[in-house]
């Protein structure tokens, strides 16, 4: 058993205090505050059985303290601790969040589609180390590659337009996944590209990007996003957004290079469905050997220190209320 928050240990100066508090209480009221024209009787009777009890409450409540700190200060111990041997390969999803991810040929837009479709993707790898690389203008690692799926989600989640100048650096984003797999050890290494346009920016062409996956062995799949001809897109007019047709381009010929000279595949989704097909498609990849190392799971006993802390807190009251009565 071990402590999760043990520098909490020091609140228990606190019951040590209310004690010498106590001590000091007894003793300057040993005298009695009641006259009376002869204790006679209770001198005979000698000290009654209740004197002694009265001291039971407080016993209670200096227990209850205890019983609080200790489970604030979260015990639990180890259940297991162990080496996992998983199959699982290495995977950055670089996700296009140009503006024009707004489109709504996909539902709500292609953006909000992409998310919630690679959120149920990479909750079914269960063993790969999974990362997100997202690219407008310029490009950024939002998730390096991890097992953590809690993690993974939540990240993805916070992915939106706008973070970055908008435009399409297809070379960019794929040059930042390539940098998230190059010194990966997995026996196998993939990068889904997802993006709706045309390469327009960035310092890195997609032809040199290309022959970097090449050269580290980096299977590129390239996703295309957006139905064929034109698709409704929100505009800022006079009098509000409103939707407007806007022709879909897409740089296909790029995409379909890519993905052919990294032993990768291209994907054109045109809808939602279309979209879940490619990312299963995607999933029946080939895994390999990798080790989860450390994995470590706790029981947690604060509950049963709050369990009986609250129980002795109701005794002491309880105790007050009927049994032990003072008098005013």
Known sequence: MNLE???LLWLLV???????????????????????????PW???????????????????????????FAMARPRSMAESTDVDAEGIDIVLAM???????????????????KDIAIEFI??????????????????????????????VSMMKEVTTGIVDDGTAIGNGLATAIARLSESDAP????????????????????????????????????????EGYAKYPVMTPWGV????????????????????????YFRATDNTKLAEIYSEINKLEKGKTTIHNVVSYE????????????????????????IRRMP
Not at 14 to 40: C, D, G, K, Q
Not at 124 to 145: K, L, N
């Open 123 to 152: 909750s079914q790898r269960v063993s790969d180390r999974v990362g997100i690389v997202v690219f407008a203008g310029e490009s950024f690692t939002q998730c390096p590659p991890t097992t953590d799926k809690n993690a993974l």
């Open 242 to 265: 409103q939707l407007q047709d806007v022709e879909v381009q897409i740089d296909e010929e790029l995409l379909k290079d890519i993905a052919a000279a990294t032993g990768g595949s």
């Open 96 to 114: 296009d969040v140009s503006t024009s991810m707004l489109a709504r040929d996909l539902t709500p837009d292609r953006l909000e589609a992409s």
């Open 188 to 227: 196998s290494s993939v990068i889904i590209l997802l993006t709706d346009g045309i390469s327009n920016s960035g310092e890195i062409t997609p032809q040199t990007a290309k022959e970097i996956a090449m050269l580290h062995g980096i299977r590129v799949y390239t996703i295309g996003v957006g139905k």
């Open 300 to 323: 947690e006993h604060f509950w049963k220190y709050l369990l009986w802390g609250f129980i002795a807190l109701m005794i002491e009251l309880l105790l007050n209320w009927f049994v």
């Open 14 to 40: 606190i019951p040590v205090l209310l004690v010498l508090h106590y001590i000091w209480l007894e003793i300057a009221e040993r005298h009695p505050h009641m006259r009376v024209s002869t204790s006679v």
């Open 43 to 69: 001198k005979l009777r000698g000290t009654p059985l209740i004197a002694w009890l009265r001291h039971i409450p407080f016993l209670f409540r200096l227990a209850a303290i205890v019983l609080l700190i």
């Open 5 to 7: 928050y043990p520098g």
